[in-house]
């Protein structure tokens, strides 16, 4: 109301009048004066006093805080990012470079995975810069990451570049084709030497320390035991992988390459190293000897089973009394053959060899199954003397 302005003014007059020196300007009265604002000007420093605009500044630009939070920002220009089209395409990058990153934790293949990455990093960058107010640290991100990958998938490419001559490409398709990829087999057989022999050469000595792994390209090899024992090694194996797979053992047997013999040898300690330095590599030889050392495990069983059912049957040729074993399994055959028809059944063949086997050590039933089915190739469930024979006279 008009008496509170003028009881607000008196106030301010007796209080400005007390302290003449530091309140009182010298170009503006105090008190009511016609055609003058009711309240005097405050000191800028007083509180609550609103800022005075001198006359004739120009007017003032309004703050981030004045502007509108709606307004875009951009990180390019507002005409390409405000395209229509632009706008409606942009949804769909999005989709695709999420599904692309999303398709990476479905690759096993280091490459493949580092192109994904880096396509799925570089499309979400555009869905960011697109954006009318794009959020600047995802956006930052993704440049980041679209870097890395590209900087790793090059490196990986340059990798796996494959230079192999042409004995080298034959090589690893011949016999390394199904266990590892060419680059991999590149890093392994520069590592090591391909040797021919020209004569039979010893190349590993019994009791001495396994130095080389070697793997036979063509010709052959012949390991011989302190038992006077030989085992003839084909192309395509391994000498000396115990000791790359575990720790390095003393050779069991000596090693002869043969005359014609072709060779890969590799340094056991250097293989080593560089396995250690290529992962991929040193799992792909090592499922390449494991297979090898499973196979050959099974070879000797074979042969350890072959001469078991041959000692059985020396066994039972022996329990007739009769030296030589065709005439020893005619009669033993005459003796159960209980319907004279010239066959034995399992039955019948069971009971003749319990009633041979005179030894300490019994021999069991599960022995002489397997024995009477190897001698009963098709099958029957009969065995006659001619297929005892054809069985014993088999390499």
Not at 149 to 164: A, C, E, I, T
Request: proline content about 5%.
């Amino acid at each position: 109301s008009g008496q509170g302005e003028a009881v607000l003014t008196h106030t301010m007059y007796v209080h400005f009048r007390r302290s003449p020196r530091i309140f009182r300007p010298a170009s503006r009265p105090y008190g009511l004066v016609a055609g003058q604002n009711l309240i005097p000007a405050l000191p800028p420093f007083c509180v609550g006093a609103p800022a005075q605009k001198p006359v004739g500044a120009p007017a003032q630009k309004p703050t981030t805080k004045d502007a509108d939070p709606a307004a875009p920002t951009p990180v390019l220009p507002l005409h390409i990012v405000s395209n229509p089209v632009v706008q409606k395409v942009l949804p769909m990058v999005g989709n695709i470079s999420y599904l692309t990153l999303a398709a990476g934790f479905l690759c096993s293949d280091m490459l493949q995975l580092r192109c994904l990455l880096a396509f799925g990093y570089s499309s979400l960058s555009l869905y960011h810069a697109f954006q009318l107010r794009p959020l600047r640290i995802p956006l930052a991100g993704s440049l980041f990451f679209v870097g890395v990958n590209s900087l790793f998938g090059v490196k990986v490419y340059l990798d796996r570049r494959v230079q192999l001559n042409e004995e080298e490409r034959d090589i690893h398709q011949q016999f390394f084709k199904e266990d590892m990829m060419d680059y991999e087999f590149e890093k392994l057989i520069r590592q090591g030497e391909i040797e021919t022999v020209e004569k039979t050469t010893r190349l590993i000595h019994a009791g001495d320390n396994h130095q080389s792994l070697f793997f036979i390209v063509e010709g052959s090899m012949d390991a011989s035991f302190r038992d006077q024992t030989h085992i003839k090694l084909e192309k395509g194996e391994f000498v000396g992988e115990e000791s790359f797979i575990g720790k390095p053992q003393r050779c069991k047997s000596s090693v002869d390459a043969l005359q014609g013999c072709r060779f890969v040898r590799w340094d056991l300690q250097k293989l080593k190293g560089l396995m250690a330095k290529h992962a991929q590599a040193e799992r792909a030889l090592e499922v390449k000897v494991g297979r090898q050392l499973a196979s050959k495990l099974k070879m000797a069983n074979d042969r350890l089973s072959r001469s078991e059912h041959q000692l059985l049957v020396m066994r039972m040729a022996f329990g007739t009394g009769t030296s030589e074993v065709g005439k020893a399994l005619h009669l033993a055959f005459e003796q159960h053959d209980a319907d004279g028809d010239g066959t034995i059944t399992w039955k019948e063949f069971h009971e003749m060899m319990r009633k041979l086997d005179n030894s300490e050590h019994s021999v069991t039933t599960a022995q002489l199954r397997n024995l009477f089915d190897a001698v009963d190739e098709d099958a029957s469930g009969e065995i006659t003397v001619d297929e005892f024979l054809a069985w014993l006279s088999k390499e």
